[in-house]
Antibody, heavy 123, light 109 residues
């Protein structure tokens, strides 16, 4: 049973960099069928896809976040990470990591999610 | 970017009733890249449907998905008390970005 767990600071100051890590247990981040994803949800609002990474290091990010997003993977630790730079209050949200299960011509969906971690941007 | 519009915003129904949720895309989405999720307060989303019509592991058969092109539907045949939640559609067809609909809240009438 694969499980994901987010970790990182719950409070970040404006203009600083938000850093979160997702630890994968019960499975391997090096499995070839998955895109390891980050999604966020501002208070009382809907879901926003941030980006994903493949175990090889290939990434794809939401253009709306411009160049503020960096997603990386550490296969030795079975983790992947998110860095979001120059944060503002608008980046306050619950941040989720999730496994996006792909096949050649489709997706089996985001079938495993972390519990989410709340990040508040405030001085 | 493909925009997904979900309707209605809120659906007020009683247990035992049928729920029909709509997800309309701004351009055609491959069915193999359309999913539905359920989210309850304080919880992470849970995958219900992938490939527009395939139920995820452990999802009861009262949940069904259908549609193609730009119009997709999630149907809950008979609402159980645990089904009152927010439902999101998602497309992976055109990425970046992967996009979610704005959600439909199913609440108790």
């Amino acid at each position: 049973q694969v499980q994901l767990q987010e970790s990182g600071p719950g409070l970040v100051k404006p203009s600083e960099t938000l850093s979160l890590t997702c630890t994968v247990s019960g499975g391997s981040v090096s499995s070839g069928s998955y895109y390891w994803s980050w999604i966020r949800q501002p208070p009382g609002k809907g879901l926003e896809w941030i980006g994903y990474i493949y175990y090889s290091g290939y990434t794809n990010n939401n253009p709306s976040l411009k160049s503020r997003v960096t997603i990386s993977v550490d296969t030795s630790k079975n983790q992947f990470s998110l860095k979001l730079s120059s944060v503002t209050a608008a980046d306050t949200a619950v941040y989720y990591c999730a496994r996006d299960h792909r096949w050649v011509r489709g997706s089996y969906g985001m079938d495993v999610w972390g519990q989410g971690t709340t990040v508040t941007v405030s001085s | 970017e493909i925009v997904l519009t979900q309707s209605p915003g809120t659906l007020s129904l009683s247990p035992g009733e049928r729920a029909t949720l709509s997800c309309r895309a701004s351009q055609s989405v491959s069915s193999t890249y359309l999913a539905w999720y359920q989210q309850k307060p304080g919880q992470a989303p849970r995958l219900l449907i992938y490939g527009a019509s395939s139920r995820a592991t452990g999802i009861p058969d009262r949940f069904s998905g259908s549609g193609s092109g730009t119009d997709f539907t999630l149907t809950i045949s008979r609402l159980e008390p645990e089904d009152f939640a927010v439902y999101y559609c998602q497309q992976f067809s055109s990425s970046p970005p992967v996009t979610f609909g704005g959600g439909t809240k199913v609440d108790i009438k």
